[in-house]
């Protein structure tokens, strides 16, 4: 499997720096040799670990790079907010429904926000 180290070498080598010049997960699974045919989990796990080493990884639908500037890391963030709050009222939702359909064996998790 190939390491963050090796990660960061092939974008930087390979000019996937900026949100213009992104590479998807599969092709650098393919790259590194560690596709499992279909959704790149493993490759995933490498770039999650960079990001966890405080590598600076953005991503959006066509794929990953290095960050370059400040747009761009400010576009990542308010992408991951989005998603954040996504969850969470998918949460609600459940937690609501379950509640409200169960009136003798309510839930006692609490409701969860993400701060602005």
């Given amino acids: 499997m190939a390491t963050v180290q090796q990660l960061i070498q092939y974008l930087r080598a390979n ?18 040799g560690i596709s499992d045919g279909g959704v790149e989990v493993e490759m ?22 290095l960050i370059g500037n400040i747009v761009e890391l400010e576009e990542n963030l308010d992408s991951l907010q989005s998603r954040a709050e996504n969850i969470l009222q998918r949460r609600t939702n459940m937690l609501n429904s ?19």
Avoid: C, M
Avoid at 15 to 32: E, K, M, Q, Y
Avoid at 44 to 65: K, M, P, T, W
Avoid at 98 to 113: E, H, I, K, Y
């Fill in 44 to 65: 995933r796990d490498v770039i999650r670990e960079a990001i966890i080493q405080n590598e600076l990884i953005g991503s959006h639908s066509r794929g990953f790079y």
């Fill in 15 to 32: 000019n996937h720096v900026g949100s213009a010049s992104p590479i998807t997960a599969r092709d650098l699974a393919l790259h590194f």
């Fill in 98 to 116: 379950w509640n409200s359909q169960n009136p003798a064996n309510q839930s006692s998790r609490v409701d969860l926000f993400v701060k602005p």
